[in-house]
């Protein structure tokens, strides 16, 4: 009986070791975690419906992206000094959708 209860044991760490692995990769391949997910679940929550709308369009705009394409975003983005990229999130989130298209025409100028 020992021997199976040792086996049980073995098997819980490892699995319970693998299960703090996939969340580790998940958080560092997300760059989230469950507060930052909570925070932006409740932004989202508090947006009009129009809004909400207006972001799933464009989420789902990117996630139908070529893999090649997001990466591209994604570098033209980090490319950007910090603080560049701090000062257009302040803008956009405050902004019209008029700012919001000037941010977006800078964007493309600038790569």
Not at 39 to 67: H, K, T, V
């Amino acid at each position: 009986m020992d021997s199976l209860d040792d086996n049980t044991q073995a098997l819980d760490r490892f699995l319970a070791s693998v299960e703090r692995r996939a969340l580790k990769m998940a958080q560092f391949a997300t760059g989230s975690t469950e507060e930052k997910t909570r925070a932006r679940f409740e932004r989202f929550r508090d947006l009009p419906p129009e809004e909400q709308e207006r972001l799933r369009r464009i989420s789902r705009w990117y996630r139908n992206l070529p893999p090649e394409r997001k990466k591209e975003l994604r570098e033209r983005w980090q490319s950007l000094p910090p603080e560049k990229r701090q000062e257009l999130r302040e803008k956009w989130q405050r902004g019209t959708p008029e700012d919001r298209k000037s941010i977006r025409r800078e964007l493309r100028q600038k790569n």
